[in-house]
């Protein structure tokens, strides 16, 4: 009889009859099947909640380096060409290095979308809950050296993003420069008795024009002006998110680094688990053998 689907009907002297009762439904049959709930269950426990805590992270920390780092530098030069340098051979080379930085960027998005998905994907190859969900899972060395490399290749990564967050931060040091002059010479507008057009910003000194480019410098009200601008409004915050963009990829790949470690010593672990394993029945296949013949003897004896 199934358990659950008949109860008894007691009716004075009556033989005892049987009423069907509907199977249960829902998470766990009579039997013992698992439910829809229960299978949802087992398969958010095989997710790799860590790598794709990194991976989320990583993506959004690339597509703001690359999508406002994009724009910003394009209004970049929009401010150079119409306010420090009139000239076009005076930044001709700042150009053709603004518009080499905005194809490295193409190439920087593409590259960490494929990456971070390969590192996704080894993150739950290499989740134990996904090695009890899939049965029996055997380590090889080629996976573990493929492991090793990825460790090795997010450390070079980590490095070189140090870098480019430190490079990041060298624009927004400029225009937060610009910006705080221009706050000074606004706050000095009620004090007549110190000029705001000796208050220049000489672009030159940075390095990213030739000191003999015209005007090569703002002062006073058209500094002023220039920090009116949409171009320097929108260029002085993008380059803020692009730079915590850069911070933000540097704490993913971090994070992948700490997630490929530890799945590279697990899968060192499960290696010698494996050989254990395999010796281990190796020995007890051996010892049957050996029963088995002694008994065989034993028969042929008696």
Same mark, same amino acid.
């Given at each position: $009889?199934?358990?659950?689907?008949?109860?008894?009907?007691?009716?004075s002297?009556?033989?005892?009859?049987?009423?069907?009762?509907?199977?249960?439904?829902?998470?766990?049959?009579?039997?013992?099947?698992q439910g829809? /709930?229960?299978?949802?269950?087992?398969?958010?426990g095989?997710?790799?909640?860590?790598?794709?805590?990194?991976?989320?992270? %990583?993506?959004s920390?690339?597509?703001?380096? %690359? =999508?406002?780092?994009?724009?910003?530098?394009?209004g970049? &030069?929009?401010?150079?060409?119409q306010?420090?340098?009139?000239?076009?051979?005076?930044?001709?080379? +700042?150009?053709?290095?603004?518009?080499?930085?905005?194809?490295?960027?193409?190439?920087?998005?593409?590259f /960490?979308?494929l990456?971070?998905?390969i +590192?996704?994907?080894?993150?739950?190859?290499?989740?134990?809950?996904?090695?009890?969900l899939?049965?029996?899972?055997?380590?090889?060395?080629c996976?573990?050296?493929?492991?090793?490399?990825?460790? /090795?290749?997010?450390?070079? +990564?980590?490095?070189?993003?140090?870098?480019?967050?430190?490079?990041?931060a060298?624009?927004?040091? $400029?225009?937060?420069?610009?910006?705080?002059?221009?706050?000074?010479?606004?706050?000095?507008?009620?004090?007549?008795? &110190?000029?705001?057009?000796?208050?220049?910003?000489?672009?030159?000194?940075?390095g990213?024009?030739?000191?003999?480019?015209?005007? =090569?410098?703002?002062?006073?009200?058209?500094?002023?002006?220039?920090?009116?601008?949409?171009? /320097?409004?929108?260029?002085y915050?993008?380059?803020?998110?692009?730079?915590? =963009?850069?911070?933000?990829?540097?704490?993913?790949?971090?994070?992948?680094?700490?997630? +490929?470690?530890?799945?590279?010593?697990?899968?060192?672990?499960?290696?010698?688990?494996?050989?254990y394993?395999?010796?281990?029945a190796?020995?007890?296949?051996?010892?049957?053998?050996?029963?088995?013949?002694?008994?065989?003897?034993?028969?042929?004896?008696?």
């Open positions: $009889m199934e358990i659950g689907r008949y109860h008894w009907m007691y009716r002297s009556r033989p005892h009859r049987y009423h069907h009762v509907p199977a249960l439904r829902g998470n766990i049959s009579p039997l013992g099947i829809c /709930f229960e299978c949802c269950i087992k398969c958010l095989g997710v790799p909640y860590a790598s794709l805590v990194a991976t989320i992270l %990583c993506f920390g690339v597509a703001l380096f %690359c =999508g406002c780092g994009h724009v910003a530098l394009t970049t &030069v929009t401010i150079l060409e306010h420090f340098s009139t000239t076009a051979s005076d930044h001709a080379l +700042l150009s053709e290095v603004i518009q080499l930085m905005q194809y490295v960027i193409y190439g920087i998005a593409s /960490f979308f990456y971070g998905i +590192l996704l994907a080894e993150g739950f190859y290499t989740t134990s809950a996904v090695k009890e899939h049965g029996e899972f055997k380590t090889t060395a996976g573990r050296c493929i492991s090793g490399m990825f460790v /090795f290749l997010t450390y070079v +990564l980590g490095v070189a993003w140090l870098g480019v967050f430190g490079f990041s060298v624009p927004v040091f $400029m225009f937060y420069n610009i910006w705080s002059t221009c706050e000074v010479i606004k706050s000095l507008q009620t004090n007549v008795t &110190v000029p705001g057009d000796q208050i220049c910003v000489d672009i030159r000194q940075y990213i024009i030739p000191w003999n480019a015209v005007p =090569g410098k703002a002062c006073g009200p058209i500094l002023e002006n220039i920090c009116n601008t949409n171009e /320097f409004y929108m260029s915050h993008l380059f803020i998110v692009a730079c915590a =963009g850069a911070g933000a990829t540097v704490i993913a790949l971090i994070h992948f680094l700490m997630i +490929l470690s530890s799945n590279w010593a697990y899968l060192k672990d499960a290696s010698k688990m494996q050989a394993q395999d010796i281990k190796k020995e007890e296949q051996e010892l049957q053998d050996i029963q088995s013949r002694s008994k065989e003897q034993l028969n042929s004896y008696t």
